[in-house]
């Protein structure tokens, strides 16, 4: 494996971030789990692999995903759920 990169292994439970850190998995990507379930995987496994939540994460439930012992946080709903907004620029030259 080349210097510097780690195994990431998506897990949906319990019982899949349990064999993804007995195989060696060094990030688990915690998929849509409720902030229980992903506070007891980060405290079992705290130390032996690192932790990102993924998955329903959005502007208003934010602060339920806060402090459940998580390194990482991603949260799509920045790029899918964006609302556009019309910008424009007119330059207007004085002569």
């Known amino acids: ?3 510097g990169l780690k195994i990431e292994v998506e897990v949906r439970d319990e019982r ?3 064999e993804a850190v007995a195989a060696g998995a060094e990030i688990l ?3 849509n ?3 229980e379930t992903i506070r007891l995987i980060c405290a079992r496994h705290r130390g032996r692999a690192s932790f990102e939540i993924s998955g329903g994460v959005n ?3 934010l602060d339920d995903y806060l402090g459940l012992g998580a390194d990482l946080l ?3 709903a920045l790029t899918h759920s964006v609302k ?4 424009s620029m007119k330059i207007q ?3």
Do not use: C, K, T
């Open 29 to 31: 990507l915690l998929d």
């Open 16 to 18: 899949e971030a349990d």
């Open 33 to 35: 789990m409720s902030p």
């Open 1 to 3: 494996m080349p210097h």
């Open 59 to 61: 502007g208003a439930n």
């Open 84 to 87: 556009a907004v019309d910008i």
């Open 74 to 76: 991603s949260m799509g």
């Open 93 to 95: 030259v004085n002569r």
